[in-house]
């Protein structure tokens, strides 16, 4: 897709909310079938709260609230929150969402692998992504997991 993007309203932003956050925003004023927003969460924030048996357990809980940047991870833009329940020991959790962007906020809801990309519900949003449905692609960017790309599919 070949939309503008709009520099100056990246560069102006600047959220912190734990976990996601957007780096590419369109010159629509509300959010059209198939534009794509690309961002670059850093996560610095992770904070997993042991529940039951000691170590990695079903049910344990996974917290953050962080710094996201534009899609070239130069200037941020906004941030993310959330939380994710331990599902499948080692291998994934159930994850909700929120990423804090220019002009609204994109909610997620699925599940997010511990070493596979994972694909996320967008469940709703709120200012320019009032109506917004689709989905969103989590990839890892390095295997410490210390920033992920949130790929954004957005439809209404």
Known sequence: MARPILIAALAGAALAIGG???AVATTQ??????DNVTVVEHAITDTTVDIGPHGDSL???????NPVYDAGNHVQVGSDQGSCTRTKVGV???CSWTTLLP????????PFYDSADSVLAITGGTGKWASARGQMILHARDAA???YDFRFSVTN
Not at 29 to 34: E, K, V
Not at 59 to 65: E, P, Q, R, S, T
Not at 103 to 110: D, H, I, K, N, P
């Open 29 to 34: 004023t509300s959010p059209q079938h198939g």
């Open 92 to 94: 994934a959790w159930e």
């Open 20 to 22: 996601t956050g957007v």
């Open 103 to 110: 002009g609204g906020s994109l909610t997620v809801e699925g």
């Open 145 to 147: 997991g210390s920033s």
């Open 59 to 65: 049910g344990d809980i996974l917290a953050f609230g």
